[in-house]
Structures are given as structure tokens and as C-alpha cells.
């Protein structure tokens, strides 16, 4: 159980550092910005604008970009699949941590009240004490590990919800360009007929 709270503490702090990153990174205007030259076609002032951004959705578009004569939106989707694993990255191990806590705790409990009913055999109804305190022993690993799963939800639900607002993001902005590539493909084979 202190293996399992302090893996539950150093995945939360990680995860924790790398949203206030990555928070520091998202920059809406520059996404806002690079939308706007796409949609005139101004390719090389993209290039210029976003070279260097560490923006994951800055990052997604620049794919796509590169690759707009071939398929946009394959390497947009791969880019964001690259991009959402970062940001699911030890999730499933909080995840872990929360449904083998309880579990843990509980056979501890268990192997705690064998333990005091094998001393209930030895010494006889006569000394209850030692076998109630040895129960009341026995349950503490229950809460223990009742406690760590209960504080590792929340971090866990929050970092859930953080990567879903961010894939809403990404799919925002990939289809953003995509429309507006394809509208500018449409416009400039209306200007050649």
C-alpha cells in the first residue's frame, strides 16, 4: 500500500507538471492565425508564423499541412493519435492503482483477522482484547487503501477530462483546416474554368 500511494502521488505531480506545460504552450491566437493564412493559401507565412510552436494543436496542423497534396487528413489523424498518447501517458497505471488499492487493503484486512482469530484459538474467549485489537488492527489497511483510491479518482477523472477538452480541441482545428483547404482547392478550380 505505501509503494501503491507513492506511485499514485508521483503519476499525479507528472501529470499535474505536464498540463501546467502544456497549458503554457497553447497559444489560441497563433492556432487562430495559422487558420487564417490557410485559408488564403499563404503556405510559406505558416512556415514563418508557427515554426517552432510547441502547441500541440499548432503541431497537428503543421502536419497536416506539410502533407496537403497527399492526405491532410491521415497525417492530421496520426499526429493527434501521437498527441493523445502523450497525454494518456500513465493514466492506466492510476487507473491500476485505483481499482488494486481497495483490493490490497482488503486482503491485508483479511490476512489480519486470521491472525487474530488463530490468537482467539490459542489463548481462549478469556482474552477478547487482544483479538478485538487485532481486528481494529487488521481494518486500518482496509482504509488505507480504501483512502488511496478515493484521492487518486479525482487527479485521475481530472487528467480524463483534460485530454478529452484537448481532443475537442485538436478535432476543432484539423476540421477547420480541412474545410478550408478544400474550399481554396474548390475556389482555385473555379478560377481556372
Known amino acids: 500500500l505505501l509503494a501503491c500511494s507513492i506511485i499514485s502521488l508521483t503519476v499525479t505531480i507528472e501529470r499535474f507538471l505536464f498540463w501546467a506545460r502544456e497549458g503554457f504552450r497553447r497559444n489560441q491566437p497563433l492556432v487562430d492565425e495559422v487558420l487564417e493564412l490557410c485559408r488564403v493559401g499563404d503556405w510559406e507565412a505558416v512556415r ?21 497534396e497527399f492526405s491532410m ?8 493519435a501521437d498527441e493523445i ?10 487507473d491500476t492503482l485505483i481499482t488494486v488499492s481497495p483490493l490490497l487493503g482488503i486482503f491485508g484486512t483479511v490476512i489480519g483477522i486470521i491472525t487474530s482469530f488463530e490468537l482467539l484459538g490459542q489463548s481462549g474467549i478469556g482474552h477478547p482484547q487482544s483479538v478485538t485489537a487485532g481486528i481494529a488492527q487488521a481494518l486500518i489497511t482496509t482504509a488505507t487503501g480504501l483512502g488511496i483510491a478515493i484521492l487518486a ?3 485521475y477523472n481530472y487528467f480524463n477530462s483534460k485530454v478529452v477538452y484537448a481532443a475537442l480541441a485538436i478535432e476543432k482545428s484539423t476540421t477547420s483546416l480541412e474545410i478550408l483547404y478544400e474550399k481554396l482547392i474548390y475556389t482555385a478550380r473555379e478560377g481556372v474554368e
Open 48 to 68: 514563418t508564423r508557427a515554426g517552432g510552436s510547441k502547441d500541440y494543436v499548432i503541431k497537428i496542423l503543421i502536419s497536416g499541412i506539410l502533407h496537403r
Open 85 to 94: 498518447k502523450r497525454m494518456r501517458r500513465y493514466l492506466k497505471v492510476l
Open 73 to 80: 487528413t491521415k497525417a492530421m489523424e496520426t499526429a493527434s
Open 153 to 155: 479518482v479525482f487527479p
